[in-house]
């Protein structure tokens, strides 16, 4: 005989201190802790909570990964390819969260997106699976920005941008601790930086974005706590990852913070003709190592569908890949780390074959703990 199965009392529950109530909830899978924030104001408030969240077994890892395709004919839908299972989804931003036909994505980092709305002179930050957002006021009006990147810290973000269509230019950084922007003049590194690709956000590493510029190139990174322009120069005053010669672009990507790595993609030739394409790593002496090159045949696919304009190119990693893209072609070249093979991801089935530009693609990580 099955022994009759006991309810606990409801005013136990209702007598446990707070901190052990909390406790017990962080046990929970995403899904269920989900459906229990429209249960009262506390359970709520839980995902907003950094204390909360840094004890619950919810994470990015209880959510797939995905690669987000925004394009000027998307809307309030997205294209979704889940890396985890290998296939493609859509997503439709919920119904709180619905936003102007004009709203631009502009960057992702650790679940949240941003993006622009110049319609309303500003900006705005969301996590889609908490359902909650920030919108953020333009720093001043108007406001012509280039180079934005939203870059996770471990007490919320910050978002980088500059104001470089006036003299002299700016540099603002958004600070989400204090809900403010910084502005933070600028000497002479902006106008190497626009004349590169527009679709390359700045790449987080040691505490600072890194830029490429163009010929001659070279790296410049600017100090997101002090906000500081500065070439990469070693304790003994000698200036580091200095790059290879006969490269015809560069871009550079971070392995998020898995091991701290930097890579170096850029196509080598002459004449501003790529011939191939090369991965490096940024080595402990600050000196580029050769990791691999592009296949052949896959390195003249790239080249002929961005017609040798680099500008269209932009890299960004993603779960172990290093993908490169190109603006005006839908499928992704991208790299796999731990396997040390070049593969192509397929364009997504459902998109239109009229579309022929404006193909945006970010890195997507669900965390529940994202805080806008």
């Given at each position: 005989?099955?022994?009759?199965?006991?309810?606990?009392?409801p005013?136990?529950?209702?007598?446990?201190?707070?901190d052990?109530?909390d406790?017990?909830?962080?046990?929970?899978?995403?899904?269920k802790?989900?459906?229990?924030?429209?249960?009262?104001?506390?359970?709520?408030?839980?995902?907003?909570?950094?204390s909360?969240?840094?004890?619950?077994?919810?994470?990015s890892?209880?959510?797939?990964?995905?690669?987000?395709?925004?394009?000027?004919?998307?809307?309030?839908?997205?294209?979704l390819?889940?890396?985890?299972h290998?296939?493609?989804?859509?997503?439709?931003l919920?119904?709180?969260?619905?936003?102007?036909?004009?709203?631009?994505?502009?960057?992702?980092?650790?679940?949240?997106l941003?993006?622009s709305l110049?319609?309303?002179?500003s900006?705005?930050?969301?996590n889609?699976?908490?359902?909650?957002?920030?919108?953020?006021?333009?720093?001043?009006?108007p406001?012509?920005?280039?180079?934005?990147?939203l870059?996770?810290?471990?007490?919320?973000?910050?978002?980088?941008?500059l104001?470089?269509?006036?003299?002299?230019?700016?540099?603002?950084?958004?600070?989400s601790?204090?809900?403010?922007?910084?502005?933070f003049?600028?000497d002479?590194?902006?106008?190497?930086?626009?004349?590169q690709?527009?679709?390359?956000?700045?790449?987080?590493?040691?505490g600072?974005?890194?830029?490429?510029?163009?010929?001659?190139?070279?790296i410049?990174?600017?100090?997101?706590?002090?906000?500081?322009?500065?070439t990469?120069?070693?304790?003994?005053?000698?200036m580091?990852?200095?790059?290879p010669h006969?490269?015809?672009?560069?871009?550079?990507?971070?392995?998020?913070?898995?091991?701290?790595?930097?890579?170096?993609?850029?196509?080598?030739?002459?004449?501003?003709?790529?011939t191939?394409m090369?991965?490096?790593?940024?080595?402990?002496?600050?000196?580029?190592i050769?990791?691999?090159?592009?296949?052949?045949?896959?390195?003249?696919?790239?080249?002929?569908?961005c017609?040798h304009?680099?500008d269209?190119?932009?890299?960004f990693w993603?779960?172990?890949?290093?993908?490169?893209?190109?603006?005006?072609?839908?499928?992704?070249?991208?790299?796999?780390?731990?396997?040390?093979?070049?593969?192509?991801?397929?364009?997504?089935?459902?998109?239109?074959?009229?579309?022929?530009?404006?193909?945006?693609?970010?890195?997507?990580?669900?965390?529940?703990?994202?805080?806008?």
């Amino acid at each position: 005989m099955v022994p009759k199965r006991r309810e606990m009392d409801p005013a136990i529950w209702s007598r446990l201190p707070e901190d052990l109530l909390d406790h017990v909830l962080s046990f929970l899978p995403p899904k269920k802790l989900l459906k229990l924030r429209s249960t009262c104001k506390h359970f709520n408030s839980l995902l907003f909570s950094p204390s909360f969240l840094s004890k619950t077994k919810c994470s990015s890892s209880a959510f797939s990964c995905f690669i987000l395709l925004s394009h000027p004919q998307c809307y309030d839908q997205y294209p979704l390819y889940d890396s985890t299972h290998g296939t493609w989804r859509r997503l439709s931003l919920p119904y709180s969260l619905l936003l102007p036909s004009a709203a631009t994505l502009l960057s992702s980092s650790k679940g949240l997106l941003c993006f622009s709305l110049p319609s309303s002179s500003s900006f705005v930050v969301c996590n889609l699976v908490t359902l909650s957002s920030r919108t953020i006021d333009f720093p001043t009006y108007p406001f012509d920005f280039e180079l934005l990147t939203l870059v996770s810290t471990p007490s919320g973000y910050k978002i980088f941008l500059l104001f470089a269509k006036s003299f002299p230019n700016y540099a603002f950084v958004y600070d989400s601790t204090d809900q403010s922007w910084s502005k933070f003049d600028i000497d002479g590194f902006p106008s190497m930086i626009l004349s590169q690709s527009s679709h390359q956000e700045g790449v987080f590493y040691k505490g600072s974005l890194y830029f490429t510029t163009p010929e001659p190139f070279s790296i410049v990174r600017f100090d997101l706590e002090n906000g500081i322009w500065e070439t990469p120069y070693d304790a003994n005053d000698h200036m580091t990852m200095m790059l290879p010669h006969e490269l015809t672009f560069s871009r550079l990507v971070n392995d998020g913070e898995e091991s701290n790595k930097l890579y170096l993609i850029g196509g080598v030739g002459r004449n501003g003709i790529s011939t191939t394409m090369k991965l490096w790593e940024l080595g402990c002496g600050g000196n580029w190592i050769e990791v691999e090159r592009v296949p052949e045949m896959m390195c003249r696919k790239f080249m002929s569908v961005c017609y040798h304009n680099y500008d269209h190119v932009y890299c960004f990693w993603h779960q172990g890949m290093i993908c490169v893209c190109c603006y005006t072609w839908p499928e992704i070249l991208y790299y796999n780390v731990a396997r040390r093979t070049w593969h192509w991801l397929p364009s997504c089935p459902s998109l239109p074959h009229k579309w022929s530009c404006g193909f945006r693609w970010f890195s997507f990580l669900p965390h529940l703990y994202a805080l806008v």
